[in-house]
């Protein structure tokens, strides 16, 4: 299968009720989504990082700035056949299970 296209968005989504938690209120949420295109067809994914690393290392600039800048750029143009294909173009980065 081969990957034309990978689009990254940031998508931030105001909550109909304030969440609180121990390190903040918050009135919105962040959404990555993912859309790829192949052979006329796309699919989507979405992860939901935290937007600050209050109980991770993770959190959503960092998700949205690997999935864009390095992980996408290894995987557009290639020729994927299997998922250790993809797993092998992106083995690179270390942690990140968000991205």
Not at 43 to 49: L, M, Q
Request: hydrophobic letters at 40%.
């Amino acid at each position: 299968m081969l990957i034309e296209a990978i689009d990254v968005y940031w998508v931030r989504i105001p909550l109909a009720f304030v969440w609180k938690t121990s390190y903040a209120d918050q009135h919105v949420t962040d959404t990555i989504l993912v859309r790829m295109e192949s052979g006329g067809q796309h699919a989507w994914g979405e992860s939901c990082p935290p937007y600050i690393p209050a109980y991770s290392a993770e959190h959503t600039l960092a998700t949205f700035h690997t999935l864009r800048e390095h992980l996408a750029p290894r995987v557009v143009g290639q020729d994927l056949r299997s998922a250790q294909d993809l797993l092998h173009r992106i083995d690179f980065v270390k942690g990140n299970q968000f991205a």
